[in-house]
């Protein structure tokens, strides 16, 4: 198990690379010259190459030791958040970006694939929470951190934590993750089979516009927090700090409840739940109480969508799981993309008080095309079932 948690522990650390923006992009972009839009297009290029990276970088390194790719993929995070941290000027910043973003798609979609082969099937689920409790935690308690160090000593100094985390984390996965851990092939051709796989693709399009939905307003929340009400730096870390315990409780019970109950069963309920959390959360201008409670469980409900998600694709087809899980992580990251390039052009040409309605928009959208996923499911096991 402790090859799990430094697992774990290397999520934390690109969990961070994702998150930690969002608390310092108004820093940024008044230290850099840039509007806040501007800012938060550093999240979209970043999502965007991670995307990309991802599959790719699975598919061309089969021949490398998984261990020696993880840790790779540490030092690229250490390395590109320590010249983000000395960077003079935006367009290094958005360099420094692109190489953590390689860092971040070598690591995650490995990660995972890793632990689930370690797993015993009927441990998967509480597994993959496992292993993604690091990006929880990094919501819990990097976020709010980062947050708190970037208000209150400089943005610069939130990148060099990070950097720290990378070179912690990169040491912790050489001492634990066993030399001999394999992982299914992935090459240009298997993922070309997922790609002709209908159900798959739209299993992985719920994906992206969930995950899209949260962070056209997760990466502006800071400004949103501050539209709304009279929080300071304080105030506004313990807020993200209430959404990553959320997120750690969440993210705990999917796991429970998708070995239990079923992957689908599991992700209806917390589908629904982000919806109605999300278009509650004004309510934080009129009970600050009301709204940290309705943020605790926007956290629970965003985080715990992953764990069975990564079981159901697995579900789907075992022979294509590495395949199917580094897209994942690319479609996670383009819905992050999605999700905070519109965020931005609407923050910039509407304005940012009804954010919020933007994201509840994407996750309607969403619940549609799980419904669709469903029922493709379900046709093909009733095609496939003996007559």
Known sequence: MLAIYSLAAGNFAAGMCTLVMAGVLSEIATGMGITTGQAGQLISVYSLVNAIGAPLIMAFTNGFER????????????LGNAVAAL????????????????????????????????????????????????????????LPIGTFIGLN??????????????????????????????????????LGQVFGNSLLIVVLSV??????????????????????????????????????????????IAGISTDRFGAKQTQLVLIILLVISMALMPIIRANLALGALIFFVWGAVGQ????????????????????TLSLNSSFINVGLALGAAAGGLYIDSIGVESLPWLGVGGVIISIGVFVLSWMMENSRQMAAAPS
């Not at 689920?125 to 990006?135: D, E, H, K, L, P």
């Not at 001492?175 to 051709?189: I, M, Q």
């Not at 992953?306 to 022979?319: C, D, H, M, S, T």
């Open 67 to 78: 261990r020696t790719m993880l840790v790779a993929g540490m030092l690229l995070i250490l």
């Open 87 to 142: 960077a003079p000027s935006y367009p290094i910043l958005m360099a420094a970006r692109i190489v953590t973003a390689f860092g971040a798609a070598a690591y995650v979609p490995l990660a995972a694939a890793v632990a689930i082969s370690m797993a015993n099937p009927e441990e998967r689920g509480r597994v993959s929470a496992i292993v993604f409790t690091g990006f929880t935690l990094a919501t819990a308690l990097g």
């Open 153 to 190: 000593l400089g943005w610069r100094f939130t990148f060099t934590s990070v950097a720290l985390l990378g070179l912690i984390s990169g040491y912790l996965m050489w001492l634990e993750v066993p030399r001999a851990a394999k992982t299914p092939t992935v090459s240009l051709a298997i």
């Open 207 to 252: 994906t992206v516009l969930q995950f899209a939905g949260q962070m056209a307003l997760f990466a502006y929340i800071a400004p949103w927090l501050r539209s709304l009400t009279t929080l300071g730096a304080t105030g506004i870390s313990l807020i993200l700090l209430v959404v990553g315990v959320g997120g750690i409780v969440g993210n705990y």
């Open 304 to 323: 715990g969508f992953i764990a069975p998600q990564l079981v159901r694709l697995v579900g789907l087809n075992q022979e294509l799981s590495s395949a």
